[in-house]
């Protein structure tokens, strides 16, 4: 019976070891958030999710769902979905206490598809140099919205150029600060055919599903926010062409149907970091380079590290790195809001 006893108490003292383990990387996984994301963007999220990071019972929440399902800003965009906007750390508690189900429901059924068109100035300037016309894929589409590139207006500082698609004065206008040599065009490259790919497609004729977009779109960045429904009423009324399918089986597919006489080329933003493990991405990268379309790669720079480590610092916490064919060019503002140029042209 002692045996049974020391061994029954050796079990206990493991699983409390597991369980501190398992929830200090969650705990880490939000501090790091709000310190390199949340931080100079939203001061709200940024508080909650520091709040996450240092409350057990938070933790023990995030810790039952599964681990793919608990990023900082699916979490809270499923609080906010489901209860509002939590004012401080008592309200984020509250909520996750009388309404757990219903955010577990929201956290295992949707995912951070943020759909952010401003990205698309960060893209232009290398879509810009490209033998045209253009055949656009996108692969983690969301809504489509980001292949909608050349309906809107585009504003370097320096230089601002219009819509190559007239919208009759409604279209959204983004603002991208720029760094180093940004080859800026003079025009919207001429885009003759576009086609995106998402496990799940996000469809513009819900307002469910278009409420959910507005829900990713963080607490105090009011000017995203209108952009976006600008965004949305443009698809609305030009549908891009959203397939449902999988980036790692269907991509080539997909990459057949583009019309011969254009330059095909395969775009991602904040996509590759919720396809795990590294050897799935390094599949996604060697797929994209056998059917010869050109790659372009818009993401945090641990998702690639290969490549990564050719490019110069980070001029700031939280940029994405952009990548042309495999080779780092830009460090990128994760919203599309800066451009900082370090490669050739």
């Known amino acids: 019976m002692q045996c049974e006893a020391i061994v029954a108490k050796h079990f206990v003292e493991v699983g409390t070891l597991v369980q501190q383990a398992e929830w200090k990387g969650i705990s880490d996984q939000y501090a790091a958030f709000a310190a390199d994301e949340a931080r100079g963007s939203s001061e709200a999220y940024e508080k909650l999710a520091l709040a996450v990071s240092q409350f057990d019972d938070l933790l023990e929440f995030i810790a039952t769902l599964p681990v793919e399902r ?12 489901v209860c509002g906007i939590a ?27 943020t ?3 401003a990205r698309c100035a960060v893209l232009l300037p290398l879509l810009a140099q490209l033998a045209q016309p253009l055949a656009l894929i996108e692969v983690g589409a969301s809504a489509g919205l980001c292949l909608l590139m050349d309906h809107y207006g585009y504003d370097y500082g320096n230089a601002r150029i219009e819509p190559a698609v007239s919208d009759d004065g409604h279209a959204p206008v983004f603002t991208c600060e720029v760094s180093g040599k940004v080859p800026i065009p003079n025009a919207i490259p001429r885009i003759a055919w576009r086609a995106g790919l998402d496990l799940n497609p996000i469809d513009l004729r819900s307002e ?16 995203r926010v209108a952009r976006l429904h600008a965004a949305i009423n443009i698809a609305r009324r030009n549908p891009p062409n959203v397939i449902r399918g999988d980036l790692l089986t269907d ?3 997909l990459v057949a149907t583009a019309p011969n ?7 991602h933003t904040a996509v590759l970091g919720y396809v795990a493990p590294q050897s799935a991405r390094e599949q996604f990268a060697a797929t994209v380079k056998k059917t010869g379309a050109e790659w372009i790669s818009n993401e945090a720079p641990g998702v690639f590290p ?13 940029r994405f790195l952009i990548s042309w064919n495999g080779a780092p060019v830009a460090w990128a503002g994760p919203h599309g809001q800066s451009l900082d140029w ?3 042209t």
């Open 208 to 223: 469910r599903d278009a409420a959910w977009l507005e829900t990713l779109v963080w607490p105090g960045q009011d000017a």
């Open 87 to 113: 004012r401080n750390v008592d309200d984020l508690r509250q909520f996750v206490h009388t309404s757990q189900g219903q955010i577990r429901e929201v956290m295992l059924s949707r995912t951070t598809q």
């Open 306 to 318: 290969s490549i990564a480590r050719k490019a110069p610092p980070s001029p700031a916490r939280g």
């Open 261 to 267: 006489d254009t330059t095909v080329v395969v775009f």
């Open 342 to 344: 370090f490669g050739t």
């Open 251 to 253: 991509l080539a597919q």
């Open 70 to 81: 608990r990023q900082p800003n699916l979490f809270l965009a499923a609080v906010r979905h």
């Open 115 to 117: 759909n952010e068109p």
